[in-house]
């Protein structure tokens, strides 16, 4: 059971366009630096452009930062891509006449909601310009 890495290649794409921006790489492009499918890619970006993340210049194959990418933060990104999914699931089925497994569906919600409001909210304090400004970083 892992979470979606969805969240972590969309953060990889859209640094890589704003990092790369002069060479506007295609999803192609983005595709052999993720180490994934290009249909991947363009799903992905698809999320990102509904949205407001990123666009597209109309009659060029160049894709760019809807915003600044101080304005983008990584919560913003992971309710374009991930937002609908429970961050946590709960294991269903459990017998009813045990104490834990009569319980735990119920108590774990709880926590996990906690645990997920938790999360959301240091994402909303994360903007996508730090990431790069680390990613930058490194060439030095």
């Known amino acids: 059971m892992a979470m979606s890495t969805k969240l ?26 993720v180490n994934t499918n290009p ?38 990104i992971y309710m374009a891509v991930d937002g609908d999914q429970d ?14 497994g009569s319980q735990i569906q119920r108590v774990l919600d709880s926590k996990f909601e906690i645990a997920r409001i938790e999360m959301e909210n240091s994402l909303r304090t994360m903007p996508l310009s730090d990431v790069i400004w680390d990613i930058e970083s490194a060439r030095e």
């Open 39 to 76: 249909v991947v890619i363009r799903r992905i970006m698809s999320q990102l452009k509904q949205a407001g993340l990123l666009e597209s210049q109309p009659g060029k194959k160049a894709n760019r930062l809807a915003k600044d990418a101080r304005e983008i933060s990584l919560y913003d």
């Open 87 to 100: 961050v946590f699931n709960i294991h269903k089925n459990t017998h009813p006449n045990c104490l834990v």
């Open 8 to 33: 972590s290649v969309a953060v990889h794409i859209l640094s890589l366009l704003e990092i790369e921006a002069s060479s506007t790489p295609t999803s192609t492009d983005i595709s052999k630096s």
